[in-house]
């Protein structure tokens, strides 16, 4: 059974920085692609960014491109976000995604694309 379990969010001034984790069990990580998404209060959850199951490969939504960095240890598998410069608008659950990829090595955007998701961690930040 996939587990998915999120951590490193609080409460943060604009302009600062928090690093999130994502610590998977249940699975041979090196062939999951993984994901992150969000959702901010009233609004549908939305992709973030994603990345390829040996890290090789990133994709990111535009409005956290040049501040957001994904990365992951397959030795300790861990998928990160890495937030810098944040926005009062980056308030949201963050929440990784996994999905199994034996055939193929890309990244995967759609929330449909992955089958097993974390709880979530709550990012808040202050203006």
């Given at each position: 059974?996939?587990?998915?379990?999120?951590?490193?969010?609080?409460?943060?001034?604009?302009?600062?920085?928090l690093r999130l984790s994502c610590a998977a069990s249940g699975l041979t990580f090196s062939t999951y692609a993984m994901g992150w998404f969000?959702?901010?209060?009233?609004?549908?959850?939305?992709?973030?960014?994603?990345?390829n199951r040996n890290g090789d490969s990133t994709f990111y939504t535009n409005s956290v491109k040049?501040?957001?960095t994904i990365s992951r240890d397959n030795a300790k598998n861990t998928v990160y976000l890495q937030m810098n410069s944040l926005k009062h608008e980056d308030t949201a659950?963050?929440?990784?995604?996994?999905?199994?990829?034996?055939?193929?090595?890309?990244?995967y955007s759609r929330q449909v694309d992955f089958a097993s998701w974390g709880q979530g961690t709550q990012v808040t930040v202050s203006s």
């Open positions: 059974q996939v587990q998915l379990v999120e951590s490193g969010g609080g409460l943060v001034q604009a302009g600062g920085s969000r959702q901010a209060p009233g609004k549908e959850r939305e992709f973030v960014s994603g990345i040049g501040r957001f659950v963050y929440s990784c995604a996994a999905r199994l990829t034996l055939y193929d090595n890309g990244v």
